[in-house]
């Protein structure tokens, strides 16, 4: 039975309405409402990251459906997935500071956002793009090349996001970042990246961050002490601005993306057809910021994946490496993303290690506008948040046996295994899903087939921890402390 009464939807804060949840179940939610908001500040500032594998505990405790702050619930279940993450033109998300793609609130303005992006993403387009790949797998490869000539251990974490920023870095701007060409210069950049992603949390609460990201934007750069995280930050966010700035000079003249041989998206970005208020350059700025990092550390951390697990089992590396040899007679000549598509173990091992990657690893809330949800015995108010978490639905233990464990095999089930593709919410589903899906699968099917077809290598001083996911900024990162995946090149 439900005890939501029909009419306005409760503000979700009333202990009298709870959200409309059934008697039966209300001790416990009360429980979660009890802590409010300085509760998830607690797990995500001071246990830094921490807020979503505790909200993991509390559903052990409390069941399937929790309420994890004052104003959102959260479900474990991964039959529910579709009932949030769909088509529906009703379901909203929460507003955050930043006003890009991604995190525009309502589903009507997405759809119109969307529609403007669709045709740099799809499949066709990125087949177009296939040679800027191809380039930079090459470019990464010189690069495991002089690590096999010096000996010198190689980090894959830092090569594999050095290939994804200059990739995305040419796409969208005509040309590179150069993190492949200068790997040591490469570091400050992703310092940079990191603290940004490990300030999320305050980037969703935009209450004040507005405010204060305006403040900050006063504080001249000398001030700030150099190498510290506030000061890479400002270095990324200045420099961003001055190549959002530069390029919308550019596209006011006739020297468009000359020589590069594909789009370029920032540069298009003016004429594209979006609202005039995406015009303005603070929308330029934060769609550039969301372009740059969305596909950076999510591909990066599913590279890492399949070579840690493959390196750690070796009779799996060993059916993949028999594969390719097959399929790519000449170890330098590496075939079409469309032909390696087709190889069956390369595909199972790309899915298995976008699985175990999540995505993202924070929670996505949202709210349908027009209507009540129904989980079970609960009925969801419209307008109330509720949300899932990719980590509990790859890794639950009911869809995917063992989930801890890295099987390949799981995906090469015949028909069993087209039911797994329901539950693998790594790149999202329905309308907000990733739209740079494509392009991380040619990147991911183009570096792991050009690597392990080349070279060999045995892993240095890397346990699991290093690609376990474990802290949510808002992507997922591994325990700190860990060097990331690092192996000697053969
Ligand atoms: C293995 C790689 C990747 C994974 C697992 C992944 C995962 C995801 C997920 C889960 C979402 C939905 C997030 C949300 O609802 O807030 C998303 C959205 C998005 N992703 Fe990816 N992503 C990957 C690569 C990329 C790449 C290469 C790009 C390149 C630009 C990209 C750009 C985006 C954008 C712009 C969105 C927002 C889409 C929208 O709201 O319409 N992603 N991604």
């Not at 939610?29 to 509390?58: K, M, N, P």
């Not at 210069?185 to 310092?191: K, L, M």
């Not at 976008?354 to 969801?380: A, C, F, Q």
């Not at 329901?422 to 589903?429: A, H, I, L, P, W």
Request: proline share 6%; glycine share 4%.
């Amino acid at each position: 039975m439900s005890a939501h009464d029909a009419g306005p939807p409760q503000p979700l804060c009333q202990k009298t309405t709870l959200l409309g949840i059934s008697e039966d179940h209300r001790d416990n939610l009360t429980h979660i409402h009890a802590q409010g908001v300085q509760y998830e500040v607690y797990w995500e500032v001071y246990r830094d990251g921490r807020f979503s594998e505790h909200i993991g505990q509390l559903h052990k405790q409390y069941g399937p459906i929790i309420r994890v702050n004052p104003n959102e619930l959260h479900i474990i279940d991964p039959e529910f997935h579709d009932q949030i993450y769909n088509f529906s033109p009703d379901i909203d998300r929460p507003p955050v500071t930043l006003d890009n793609l991604q995190f525009t609130p309502s589903s009507t303005l997405h759809r119109v956002r969307r529609k403007a992006f669709d045709p740099y993403f799809s499949k066709p387009a990125v087949l177009k793009l296939e040679s800027v790949v191809r380039s930079s797998v090459e470019e990464l490869c010189q690069r495991l090349s002089e690590y096999k000539t010096s000996g010198q251990p190689a980090s894959i974490s830092v090569l594999a996001r050095c290939l994804t920023s200059d990739l995305i870095t040419e796409y969208m701007f005509g040309s590179p970042y150069g993190h492949l060409t200068h790997i040591e210069g490469s570091e400050a950049f992703f310092r940079a990246q990191s603290a940004m992603s490990a300030s999320f949390f305050m980037w969703r609460e935009n209450r004040f961050v507005d405010r204060m990201v305006k403040m900050t934007r006063l504080i001249p750069m000398s001030m700030l002490s150099p190498g510290s995280n506030m000061h890479l930050m400002m270095q990324f966010m200045q420099n961003l601005m001055q190549r959002v700035e530069t390029i919308r000079e550019q596209s006011q003249s006739t020297s468009k993306a000359e020589g590069t041989g594909h789009k370029v998206l920032m540069e298009d970005y003016p004429h594209l057809d979006l609202p005039e208020k995406d015009k303005s350059l603070s929308v330029h700025f934060d769609t550039a910021g969301l372009f740059l990092t969305a596909g950076l550390e999510t591909t990066a951390f599913t590279i890492e994946q399949a070579v840690f697990h493959l390196l750690d089992q070796p009779a799996l590396l060993a059916k993949l490496q028999d594969e390719l040899s097959g399929a790519i007679p000449q170890p330098n000549k590496i075939a079409s993303w469309t032909e390696l598509e087709k190889l069956p173990y390369l595909s199972a091992v790309i899915q298995e290690s976008l699985r175990m990657s999540v995505g993202v690893m924070s929670r996505l809330p949202r709210k349908n506008t027009r209507h009540d949800m129904h989980y079970k015995e609960w009925v969801i108010p419209r307008n109330s948040y509720v949300g899932m978490s990719n980590r509990f639905t790859n890794y639950n233990a009911e869809v995917f046996p063992d989930p801890y464990t890295f099987n390949p095999d799981r995906w090469l089930q015949g028909n069993e295994s087209k039911k797994l593709e329901k539950y693998m919410v790594s790149f999202s589903k329905g309308s907000r899903r990733c739209i740079g899906m494509h392009l991380a699968y040619a990147e991911l099917y183009l570096m792991l087939a050009t690597m392990f077809r080349q070279f060999r290598f045995e892993l240095y001083e890397t346990t699991r921890k290093a690609v376990d996911p474990k802290i949510d900024y808002f992507v997922p990162k591994p325990e700190h402390g860990t060097m990331g995946v690092r192996v000697l090149v053969k």
